[in-house]
C-alpha cells in the first residue's frame, strides 16, 4: 500500500512530482499535494496525464 512505502521510506523522501488529469478541477494532483504536505517535502512539479517532452525537461531541471 502506498501509506506504507511511504511511511517506511519518508527519510528518503526529498519532494514530490505527481500525475493527474486537469478534467478533475481543483482536485488536480491532490495526492501530490496531501503527500508533500503530510512529509513536509516540496510540491516539485505537477504534469497532466503522461507528460510532455517539455514536462519531462522541467522535471529533470527540479529532481538534479
Partial sequence: EVDDF???NAEHL???VV??????GEAYG???DAIA???NV????????EGT???IAEIK???A
Avoid: F, H, M, R
Avoid at 19 to 24: A, H, L, Q, R, V
Avoid at 43 to 49: A, G, H, I, Q
Fill in 6 to 8: 511511504l511511511s517506511g
Fill in 14 to 16: 526529498k519532494g514530490i
Fill in 19 to 24: 500525475s493527474g488529469d486537469t478534467s478533475y
Fill in 30 to 32: 491532490g495526492a501530490g
Fill in 37 to 39: 504536505k503530510q512529509y
Fill in 42 to 49: 516540496p510540491l516539485l512539479y505537477k504534469v497532466e496525464n
Fill in 53 to 55: 517532452d517539455e514536462d
Fill in 61 to 63: 531541471k527540479v529532481i
